[in-house]
């Protein structure tokens, strides 16, 4: 076994707990920083509930590329390397789920005020 294998379950325990202790799903208000991390083949927080008008940035902190891609086709990032940022404004409420078209196990959500 891999080192990085070995230390994947601890730096995962670490990420989730700073995100805090719904570390699934978080809320921000209008006009704070609203950012989704690509780590470790996922999307962190799952889960994000902003205010209409937030900006929300995607960014990639994998080795592999990601994109970030609205179910309903309302937005899609190009591929991000690591490191790579894609933003996209909220204006209407609602629930828009996502997932990364590399790799579609990638999915998340963010809900709108």
């Known amino acids: 076994m891999s080192l990085r ?4 379950p601890y730096l995962a325990a670490l990420l ?4 805090g202790p719904c570390s699934s799903h978080a ?3 209008a006009g704070d920083p609203t950012i989704v991390m690509a780590r ?3 999307f962190a927080p799952t889960s994000l509930t902003v205010a209409a008008g937030s900006t929300v940035t995607w960014t990639n902190k994998d080795d592999e ?6 179910d ?4 899609r990032s190009a591929a991000l390397d690591t ?8 204006e209407q409420p609602g629930a828009y789920h996502y997932a990364c078209s590399i ?9 709108v005020q």
């Open 5 to 8: 294998q070995l230390l994947l």
């Open 16 to 19: 989730l707990a700073a995100l």
């Open 27 to 29: 809320s921000a208000a």
């Open 40 to 42: 470790d083949f996922m």
């Open 65 to 70: 590329p990601h994109t970030v891609v609205s």
């Open 72 to 75: 309903s086709g309302l937005f």
């Open 83 to 90: 490191n790579e940022s894609f933003s996209f404004r909220f």
């Open 103 to 111: 790799h579609p196990r990638m999915v998340g959500t963010i809900v």
